[in-house]
């Protein structure tokens, strides 16, 4: 059953069973006029809203900034073998959502106790490029470049593992899934309520022939905006010691000096 997966320990959330997709489409269907307050849609007109919402949310998993959560997983490794598919294509090593992008990632030592994790750096295109010997074989990898093919995408070890011991764990960015049913009963975190209900209520206006109310459009466009500053991250950007000194290792560029004053 897809739901809006979330972290109880950082979000305060609104009943999972006590408001539906149905209740949603519902509510952006009135906002529209598109039915009085005491009707409620046919099953067809469920269905369509269904699919608008769905576009909806295609959408918005293409905008980091709409993405609460990021989910770390694992995944065995296969001695000698450099290449895996993930997604839920044909042949895929991983049965996975393909990632729109990867957060971090790391190689899990499954044979120490306790195990250990080692990050690894992520490569774009032109850094992959740049390796000469794409086939070296050493025991731990050091690099992981992802094409984001499709269905599958593709990602590549490097250098190629020869260990039968190893994980490739991942963090990744892992939007809201689309809905199969109106029944499915939502739960998400604050600011998601209002950011939902008006824009999909924005979306139904065409298919619906109904005008777009200004207040709904601005409510629509302000509650988003509040749902992407509440899932912006921090980014921090690190600097050689060695050009800053032993003592410090954080460089104030606002101030033009070690330290973080």
């Given amino acids: 059953m897809a739901v809006l997966f979330f972290d109880p320990h950082i979000f305060q959330t609104i009943d999972p069973g006590a408001f539906t997709v149905n209740d949603l489409i519902t509510s952006a269907l009135k906002l529209i006029g598109a039915i009085s307050g005491i009707e409620?849609?046919?099953?067809?007109?469920?269905?369509?809203?269904?699919?608008?919402?769905?576009?909806?949310?295609?959408?918005?998993?293409?905008n980091s900034m709409a993405i609460f959560q990021i989910i770390r997983t694992e995944w065995p490794l296969t001695?000698?073998?450099?290449?895996?598919?993930?997604?839920?294509?044909?042949g895929a090593d991983f049965q996975a959502f393909r990632p729109i992008w990867i957060q971090r990632a790391g190689i899990v030592e499954t044979a120490s106790q306790p195990e250990f994790e080692l990050p690894i750096k992520l490569l774009n295109a032109d850094e992959w490029a740049q390796i000469t010997i794409k086939g070296t074989a050493a025991t731990l990898s050091w690099y992981l470049w992802d094409d984001?093919?499709?269905?599958?995408?593709?990602?590549?070890l490097?250098?190629?593992?020869?260990?039968g011991t190893l994980k490739l764990a991942l963090?990744?960015?892992t939007p809201v899934s689309r809905f199969t049913s109106a029944a499915v009963p939502l739960g998400f975190p604050p600011g998601w309520s209002e950011a939902l209900r008006y824009n999909l209520a924005v979306r139904l206006c065409p298919e619906w022939g109904r005008p777009l109310d200004p207040v709904v459009a601005n409510i629509a466009q302000e509650?988003?905006?509040?749902?992407?500053?509440?899932?912006?991250?921090?980014?921090?950007?690190?600097?050689?010691?060695?050009?800053i000194g032993p003592e410090r290792s954080i460089y104030n560029w606002l101030t033009d000096r070690p330290g973080p004053w």
């Fill in 158 to 163: 490097w250098p190629k593992p020869i260990s």
């Fill in 40 to 62: 409620t849609p046919s099953p067809d007109e469920q269905m369509d809203a269904l699919a608008r919402l769905n576009d909806m949310l295609d959408a918005w998993a293409a």
């Fill in 171 to 173: 963090y990744v960015p």
């Fill in 79 to 90: 001695y000698g073998k450099q290449v895996y598919a993930i997604g839920q294509g044909p």
């Fill in 148 to 156: 984001f093919a499709y269905p599958n995408s593709n990602l590549s």
């Fill in 223 to 243: 509650s988003f905006a509040t749902l992407q500053r509440a899932n912006t991250r921090p980014s921090y950007l690190g600097i050689d010691s060695a050009l």
